[in-house]
């Protein structure tokens, strides 16, 4: 609740705190799902022409699959800083981290991404 607030941090770091545990609680109860994010409902303009739009459903489709065998800690502190634009500061409070922690763990994750992304484009 609300009153668990002692106010050390900003209110949405905070909030973001409580998400982040309670998803590792249902993680331990439950099978995991790998999707993070659903590709459906990928709506484009009627502008586009159709290869544009399959080029960017065929991108988000393996963006996602890339995200999806990254570490749970890497794709933490992607979503976390290159999603949601949190602050160092704020995934440190939130991830329970040193400042250094994330940091170093961030450069790693955007490495790992792009050299999965690389390997996996190459074989599809």
Known sequence: ????FRKEAQLTTWLYKV?????RMWKRKEIATETMVEVTDLRSPAD???EEVLARKE?????????????D?????????????LSYEQ???IT???LSWVKVTLHRARLQFRQS????????
């Open 91 to 93: 995934i440190s409070v």
């Open 117 to 124: 992304y690389r390997e996996k484009e190459g074989k599809e």
């Open 19 to 23: 998400a982040r545990n309670v998803y």
């Open 73 to 85: 800690s890497y794709r933490e502190v992607l979503w976390l800083r290159d999603w949601h634009g």
């Open 96 to 98: 329970g981290r040193s």
């Open 59 to 71: 991108n988000l489709a393996l963006t996602i699959k890339v995200l999806n065998s990254l570490s």
């Open 1 to 4: 609740t609300i009153s668990g």
């Open 48 to 50: 586009q022409e159709p």
